[in-house]
Structure formats: C-alpha cells, structure tokens
C-alpha cells in the first residue's frame, strides 16, 4: 500500500572538518533534527566535491583529502522542517542549504492475514 502526500526536501553540504560545539556538524545536525522529533535524517560523505573557494577535495589515495563533503538530507513535512532551520542559521558558517518541494510517496507492506 502507498501514501502520497507533500513534503520538503532540506539538504545541506558541509565540510567533514567542520564543527559545532565541539563534534562535527553533520553530527550535530542529525541529532538536532532527532531532538526535533522529524521524520529522519541521512548524512553522506562524498567522494570528491568543491564549492565556493573551487578547492577540489577528493578521497583517490594519492591525494586524500580531510575535509571531503558530507551532504545532510531530511525529507518531512514543511512545519517540521522550518523547526530545524533556526539552528542551521546559528550552526551552519561555510555550505550550502537547500528546501525543495517533494511529493512523498509512503510504501508500506500490507497487514498480514
């Protein structure tokens, strides 16, 4: 069975080095949005990536680098995602924030008989 419904998608690039409060932001970012109560959050380490500065940082061997991206992702309904945009304002310094208009489509197994 399916459910469809409108939601948000907020997605935010960070550098893996970059901190709040002592952890590491994407950390801090996954466990506020829990704290929030939203629906859930994945946090992606990219293997390659540059952003404003247009200094390439990548994970090849030879030339690995510390700071690579990590990409935060949380799709819930749009209250729930303009509770966790407050923090980003305080948390965030360096990145890149994005909230896009989703449909979201639940797929849930039927009740068993």
């Known amino acids: 069975m399916q459910t469809i419904e409108n939601g948000q998608l907020l997605r ?3 550098g893996e080095s970059d901190r709040f409060e002592g952890r590491p932001l ?3 970012i996954v466990l506020k949005a ?3 109560g939203l629906a859930g959050a994945t946090a992606t380490r990219a293997m390659m990536g540059f952003g404003a500065s247009s200094h390439l940082h990548t ?5 690995l ?3 690579l991206p990590v990409t935060i992702e949380l799709v819930d309904r ?4 303009a509770k966790l945009l407050p923090f980003l304002d305080a948390a965030v310094h360096g990145g890149l924030v994005t909230v896009e208009d989703v449909k979201v ?3 849930r197994g039927a009740a068993p008989k």
């Open 65 to 67: 680098s510390l700071d």
């Open 59 to 63: 994970a090849k061997v030879l030339r």
């Open 12 to 14: 935010v690039i960070v």
């Open 105 to 107: 489509v639940h797929y």
């Open 78 to 81: 749009p209250e729930n995602i």
């Open 26 to 28: 994407y950390e801090a």
């Open 34 to 36: 829990r704290e929030l």
